[in-house]
Nanobody, 124 residues
Framework: QVHLVESGGGLVQAGGSLKLSCAGSGRTFSGHAMGWFRQAPGKEREFVSSITRGGGSTYYADSVSGRFAISRDNAKNTVYLQMNSLKPEDTAVYYC?????????????????WGQGTQVTVSS
């Protein structure tokens, strides 16, 4: 089982940057496919980005492609989301998620584990 803890959220002006981190527990972290999702008030949780077990492949929602970058450091059991050129519409709670079978995370049905979320607020 993996326990996920996000950090790095906060308040930033439009055009600014934030870097989220997700620390995972457990010896099998490197075997998990990882992803980031977000949920704005009154909206469904949506896919943001994901990365394969070894980090060789990454995936992005069209809304963040070219602005966000996902990466992972398996030696530190951590996955990151670098967010640049932030927009007010990026405001949401951001969740880290893991699939323990290594299946690529692309929808909210794919993860086996979720973090508690971290708030990102982008002011205009």
């Amino acid at each position: 089982q993996v326990h996920l803890v996000e950090s790095g959220g906060g308040l930033v002006q439009a055009g600014g940057s934030l870097k989220l981190s997700c620390a995972g527990s457990g010896r099998t972290f490197s075997g998990h496919a990882m992803g980031w999702f977000r949920q704005a008030p009154g909206k469904e949780r949506e896919f943001v980005s994901s990365i394969t077990r070894g980090g060789g492949s990454t995936y992005y929602a069209d809304s963040v492609s070219g602005r966000f970058a996902i990466s992972r450091d398996n030696a530190k059991n951590t996955v990151y989301l670098q967010m640049n050129s932030l927009k007010p519409e990026d405001t949401a709670v951001y969740y880290c998620a893991a699939n323990e079978r290594g299946v690529v995370v692309l929808t909210a049905r794919d993860p086996d584990y979720w973090g508690q979320g971290t708030q990102v607020t982008v002011s205009s």
